[in-house]
């Protein structure tokens, strides 16, 4: 999947991208999912969201977003190459799975159409999909809208990140009613500091949602 050598299996990853491959299992924070030490509660968060609460919820993610795993979301992103969905949804499944329940509705973080004309697919919109398609649930593509072509947030600051989002983003008048009472998950492939989907959340709340989970591929560790 992310080196091009061949394996067993059509989809997997070799075994050297195997060991390069940090997923979060075990004890992770029960807000953005990155594992954390073994402690005596049952909810436990880490530094990062600790500090800085998310607007969300819970949270999951399958990779770190170090070695083999940058690497699939970086694929993903910027080479087209949608036939690591599958695999990749696999996981993200996996790491959300506790998080759903009957009243969910799967919402992905919105791209603006000119981001949008020029890589021509929304990642997170085809993982949000194809997450729908397995565990079943409920997928509102067009639910979110960003309604100014936001800056690349690369490079910002986390403070930066968030006064670059203020009011980039409304909910669809189409779904004004849909979402009161629901259970929202928010899809993203790469969570850094959480500012997209926090502004995300925020609107979803707003708009009636009962719970505010959020589920991403691939979460950076430690935001600067
Ligand atoms: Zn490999
Ligand atoms: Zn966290």
Redesign the pocket.
């Known amino acids: ?5 061949e ?1 067993e299996n059509e989809r997997g ?6 060991v390069d491959t940090h997923f979060a299992t075990g004890q992770v924070c029960d807000s953005c999912g990155v594992p954390v030490p073994e402690g005596e509660q049952d909810v436990i968060h880490c530094d990062s969201c600790l500090s800085f609460p998310p607007a969300w919820d819970q949270g999951r993610c399958s990779v770190l977003y170090v070695g ?1 795993g940058r690497k699939l979301a970086l694929l993903l992103k910027h080479s087209d190459r949608l036939d690591l969905v599958p695999e990749m949804i696999k996981w993200m499944y996996a790491s959300c799975a506790s998080l759903l329940d009957e009243n969910t509705v799967i919402i992905p973080v919105p791209l603006h159409r000119f981001r949008l004309l020029r890589r021509r697919f929304n990642q997170a919109a085809v993982l949000a999909q194809k997450l729908g398609n397995l565990s079943g649930d409920i997928v509102h593509v067009d639910a979110l809208r960003r309604i100014k072509p936001t800056k690349t947030q690369k490079n910002m600051c986390r403070d930066e990140r968030f006064k670059n989002l203020d009011q980039s983003m409304i909910l669809n008048p189409r779904f004004k009613d849909r979402l009161k009472g629901k259970s929202v998950l928010l899809v993203d492939d790469v969570m850094t500091t959480g500012a997209t989907l926090s502004a995300c959340a925020e609107i979803c709340r707003a708009a009636g949602a009962k719970k505010v989970n959020v589920v991403t591929f691939a979460r950076v560790a430690r935001p600067e």
Request: proline fraction near 0%; charge should be neutral; aromatic fraction near 8%.
């Open positions: 999947m992310a080196c091009g050598v394996t990853l070799c075994q050297s991208c195997w083999a």
